[in-house]
């Protein structure tokens, strides 16, 4: 089982999606925007990291002002709550015999792991 977080107008989130259920994975997509919770953001910081996790290059960090860019250097959380869309995406997560297995985008390398 795949869960697939991302959004629904994502060109990388529908390509993954795409991808995986043609290659017979039972994939469920979640919206970021809609149903991550805390405890999912935090367990992402925890395994990738903030500096993977955050996308600097997008719209929403391009808006957010010089103080709220700084506290998201120092703690994340809380900016990644208010502002999901930073996420880097898509967040897929694997489970296989009771682990999870994090990824984080959709390049080559990934692909590559999930055998397609």
Same mark, same amino acid.
């Given at each position: 089982?795949?869960k ?52 600097r290059?997008?719209?929403?960090? %391009? ?13 994340? $959380?809380?900016?990644?709550? =208010?502002? +999901? #869309?930073?996420?880097? %995406? ?13 990824? $984080?985008?959709?390049?080559? =390398?990934? +692909? #590559?792991?999930?055998?397609?």
């Open positions: 089982m795949i697939l977080y991302g959004l629904k107008n994502c060109d990388s989130c529908r390509k993954a999606l795409k991808a995986l259920q043609t290659a017979g994975w039972q994939v469920d997509f979640v919206d970021m925007r809609e149903a991550v919770g805390e405890s999912d953001i935090a367990a992402w910081l925890d395994g990738l990291g903030a500096e993977a996790l955050i996308n290059r997008s719209t929403t960090w %391009r808006t957010l002002s010089d103080r709220h860019k700084e506290k998201c250097e120092n703690t994340p $959380l809380p900016i990644l709550i =208010e502002n +999901r #869309t930073l996420i880097k %995406r898509p967040v897929i997560e694997v489970k296989t015999k009771g682990k999870a297995k994090i990824y $984080l985008g959709w390049n080559d =390398e990934i +692909r #590559t792991s999930l055998g397609l």
